[in-house]
């Protein structure tokens, strides 16, 4: 059985990188194959809807910036405080992701150097000077030889995507070299042999003359996007805690508010940032190459120009990632994405690479965050819009992330300098969060994927533009919130150079119908998320939900059907126990057998998931808790490492089972922990035969158990 599953699950894998962008649109709904049974308590009875038609309710209520008080410090753990109110909330995860203990086991720390250690020699020799038009160099320190460099590309050449770059070298002439085509970076060594890890890179903003000729704006307003990918909003507090630290410290001038509950719309950063950039659209993959900004007329950037806010689009990964879904040639003024091409060719680099990602002296989002503050800086005098991808942690270590930190906080501490007086609103998140390490079996794993960062500094000038600004954004921070909202969100911002809109206008309702005519978004400066806000009212797939509302079944006579997904469960646990794929062992863990369903939630949207409370007739204690999907989706099979397999199920049709995830409700912490954890096994998901007798058989063990 274990063989026949490896082999499929191998085979599906080796097939899902051939079907990977077929699989990666909207998850659309399968409806008409849901089981009756299970449809029939679709309807939440626990919920009465008209508990929150409440105009004294806390969503209801506003109160103006002068006499708001209630500010909340960003503490990693507040999500797990969100004040409960009545009537309910009705979106609280069951989990915000792992403990620091959980964590620390998946993702050891790790302190990365300065990128200038790992390099020959110290010194800086290159200038590339874009007002001047002239590229310098000095390798007089380090050897006689004059040194060679590359330049980039004319800045009109940029587009989105994989782009080979293969400009040949050039000798370092003794004496400034003119630049001819509006180059915007080169990379340059001192060395005469040395084609790769080149000692410097140098990338400058050059500022558009048509651009710095406007009119300048009497209060311009900046609106910054920082998405970093993969970053849960847990993983951000543990893995950049300097840069935590700094936001917690922040100046009066700023206010910062921590989104917890803020649940992807997808599996990918194109699922996850095709609402924030066009709102509700339908969008596929294009295998060639597309040419064309192929949403423009919803695109968020189209919006932007119109208000007049100068654009810019940079991105760290020269991938197609993007660009295959919205096309190469976005419509921005600035696009930065072939620098890093240079990097492929030069440092070997991958968006997904697993080591410190150094492009000469610094890290290689670094690049971006000079780039951002310097546009900033040259069109001060205009209202901008910014969007950056930052695929630092873009990888499956989950170590790289940590060159994010002194980078990141040094960056925001520079920018809200120097950004100081005007009004501003950065906004960091993560696109979706980490997609690796058992985020497919651990609802603490597979909620660190849901829950992505979301945070939203603001300078107070700008907040106090908006009415009770401050207590709509503490209150919306403690709500479910989606990228779907930031479509409507940006277009409110927008709308605040030239007006003063409220959250009962024309014009608010207009940029709400722009957004979606299915669902119901909110700008998160403008109007408070009701407490009835579900997953299924703003847009995101159940299967991506981190607060499924599932319903209990109180008759405890199920049907036969619910026993074959309960087997399937128990026949995972002992998968996972009984023959590990990290580890051999067969003799620590028991067998277990079905011996009762203690309870049982139903949900069934598009499709079917079970939850299950499961007792074992091996221990008298040990309850387990599992989630079960039946669809008749296309499921994509991930590493067994990572997740359950996929198995094929016949239920009024052909349909597909897979175990979301399975936990332990009561603590299972002792002896048998200690032996499983030596041994790479889930402690939660065994149960030890005689640990005695496990012992003397390995008296290795021995000097763990005291
Ligand atoms: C829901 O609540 C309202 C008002 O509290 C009550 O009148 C109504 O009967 C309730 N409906 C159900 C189905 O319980
Ligand atoms: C919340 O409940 C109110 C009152 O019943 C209803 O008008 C509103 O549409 C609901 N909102 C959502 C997001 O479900
Ligand atoms: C190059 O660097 C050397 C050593 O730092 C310095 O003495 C010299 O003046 C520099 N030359 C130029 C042209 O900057
Ligand atoms: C915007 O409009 C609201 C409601 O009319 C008002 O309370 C607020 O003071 C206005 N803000 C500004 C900056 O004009
Ligand atoms: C419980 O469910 C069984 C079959 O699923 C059904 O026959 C029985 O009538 C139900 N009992 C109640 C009290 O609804």
């Known amino acids: 059985m274990l063989t026949y599953k490896v082999i499929i699950g191998f085979f599906l894998i080796c097939l899902s990188g051939y079907f990977y962008y077929d699989f990666t649109s909207i998850r659309t709904p399968f409806s008409n194959k849901r089981n009756p049974w299970t449809h029939q308590y679709s309807s939440n009875k626990d919920v009465n809807i008209s508990d929150y038609d409440c105009p004294s309710c806390s969503w209801n209520l506003y109160t103006p910036n002068p006499s708001f008080t209630k500010f909340e410090s960003i503490y990693e753990f507040n999500d797990e405080a969100i004040p409960p109110e009545t009537p309910p909330i009705l979106c609280i995860p069951d989990s915000f992701g792992y403990t620091h203990e959980e964590a620390g086991r998946i993702f050891p720390k790790i302190d990365f150097p300065d990128c200038v250690e790992k390099l020959p020699h110290k010194y800086p020799f290159l200038d590339l000077d874009v007002e001047k038009n002239i590229l310098t160099m000095n390798c007089s320190k380090v050897s006689k030889y004059p040194g060679r460099y590359v330049l980039g590309m004319s800045q009109e050449d940029e587009e989105l995507g994989v782009k080979e770059y293969t400009i040949p070298f050039e000798e370092y002439p003794g004496k400034p070299v003119k630049l001819k085509n509006k180059e915007e970076w080169a990379y340059a060594t001192c060395y005469e042999d040395r084609d790769e890890y080149l000692e410097e890179a140098a990338y400058h903003h050059r500022p558009k003359p048509e651009i710095l000729e406007r009119p300048a704006q009497e209060s311009p307003i900046v609106f910054i996007s920082l998405t970093l990918d993969s970053v849960s909003r847990r993983n951000f507090y543990r893995k950049l805690p300097k840069t935590i630290e700094f936001l917690q410290s922040l100046e009066d001038d700023y206010k910062i508010f921590d989104f917890k509950i803020h649940n992807v719309m997808g599996e990918y950063s194109a699922n996850n940032l ?38 810019l689009f940079i991105e760290d990964g020269c991938t197609n990632d993007l660009a295959r879904y919205f096309g190469r040639s976005i419509k921005v003024d ?5 620098f890093w091409c240079g990097a492929k060719r030069f440092n070997n680099y991958e968006n997904n690479m697993e080591s410190q990602r150094c492009i000469g002296r610094k890290n290689s989002h670094v690049y971006i965050y000079d780039y951002i503050s310097e546009f900033s800086k040259n069109y001060r005098q205009q209202s901008q819009w910014v969007f950056t991808h930052i695929n630092t942690a873009h990888e499956n270590s989950g170590k790289i992330i940590s060159t994010l930190d002194i980078d990141t906080r040094d960056f925001l501490k520079a920018y809200l300098t120097q950004q100081k007086g005007v009004k501003i609103v950065l906004f960091i998140n ?7 390490g058992e985020w497919f079996k651990k609802i603490d794993g597979s909620h660190e994927h849901r829950l992505p ?5 603001a300078s107070k000038s700008l907040l106090d533009m908006i009415p009770n600004s401050y207590d709509i954004l503490t209150h919306n921070s403690n709500r479910l919130t989606t990228k779907l909202d930031l479509y409507t969100t940006q277009l409110h911002i927008f709308s605040l150079l030239s007006q003063n809109i409220t959250k009962d206008s024309e014009e608010y309702k207009r940029y709400k119908q722009m957004t979606t005519e299915r669902f119901q978004p909110i700008s998160y400066f403008l109007e408070k998320a009701p407490n009835n806000r579900t997953c299924e009212s703003i847009g995101v797939p159940a299967f991506w939900c981190s607060c499924l509302k599932f319903t209990e079944i109180t008759n405890s006579t199920y049907p036969n059907f619910v026993r074959k997904l309960a087997d399937e469960v128990i026949y995972q646990i002992n998968e996972e126990t009984n023959s590990p794929r990290q580890a051999p062992y067969d003799h620590i863990c028991q067998k277990v057998t079905l011996k009762e369903i203690k309870k049982l939630w139903v949900l069934s949207i598009s499709e079917d998931f079970y939850k299950f409370h499961i007792m074992t007739h091996e221990s008298e204690k040990a309850l387990y808790e599992a989630v079960v999907l039946v669809t008749t989706a296309p499921l994509r099979a991930r590493s067994m490492l990572d997740a359950f397999t996929i198995n094929p199920y016949f239920e009024t049709g052909k349909k597909r089972i897979w175990i979301a995830y399975i936990r332990r409700v009561d603590s299972y912490a002792g002896i048998c922990e200690t032996i499983t954890k030596a041994r790479k096994i889930s402690s939660e998901l065994c149960i030890c035969k005689n640990t005695d007798e496990i012992v003397k058989n390995e008296p290795n063990l021995s000097p763990l158990i005291k």
């Open 274 to 311: 095709a609402p924030q950039f066009f709102g509700d659209i339908e969008y596929k993959t294009h295998k060639d190459k597309v040419y064309k900004d192929i949403f423009w007329e919803k695109s968020i950037w189209k919006y932007a120009k119109m208000a007049g806010f100068v654009t």
């Open 334 to 338: 600035h696009i930065g994405t072939y």
């Open 430 to 436: 993560g696109d979706h969060g980490m997609r690796y």
């Open 453 to 457: 960062l979301c945070m939203f500094i």
